[in-house]
């Protein structure tokens, strides 16, 4: 059974950063997703299983970075100049299966999900 607990939300003004991460039982495809209450979850960022393939939303390229540490089975989400419209529950998820390096970003393709971690960005 996967196990995925992700760490890391609370509460930050705009502008600010928070760091998340997501402890993995193991080595997968992973990314974030997040969802707003009365929203669909959505995608924010992905990344493969070499971590030498990443893609983001279009909504936070230039403001998040997604990484791991496979060492660790650890995924991150370094969140800098944060907005309003950021606040959300954010989930990481993994893949069990995955092809190459390619960074998935469709919530179908995922097979787990981690409990999810609040964030939320004041004005």
């Known amino acids: 059974q996967v196990q995925l607990v992700e760490s890391g939300g609370g509460l930050v003004q705009a502008g600010g950063s928070l760091r998340l991460s997501c402890a993995a039982s193991?080595?997968?495809?992973m990314g974030w997703f997040r969802q707003a209450p009365g929203k669909e979850r959505e995608f924010v960022a992905a990344?493969?299983?070499?971590?030498?393939?990443?893609n983001y939303a279009d909504s936070v390229k230039g403001r998040f970075t997604v990484s791991r540490d496979n060492a660790k089975n650890t995924l991150y989400l370094q969140l800098n100049t944060l907005k309003p419209e950021d606040t959300a529950v954010y989930y990481c998820?993994?893949?069990?299966?995955?092809?190459?390096?390619?960074?998935?970003?469709?919530?179908?393709?995922?097979?787990?999900w981690g409990q999810g971690t609040q964030v939320t960005v004041s004005s």
């Open positions: 193991g080595r997968y495809a």
């Open positions: 998820a993994a893949r069990r299966y995955s092809s190459g390096t390619y960074a998935y970003t469709r919530t179908v393709e995922y097979d787990y």
């Open positions: 990344i493969g299983w070499s971590g030498s393939s990443t």
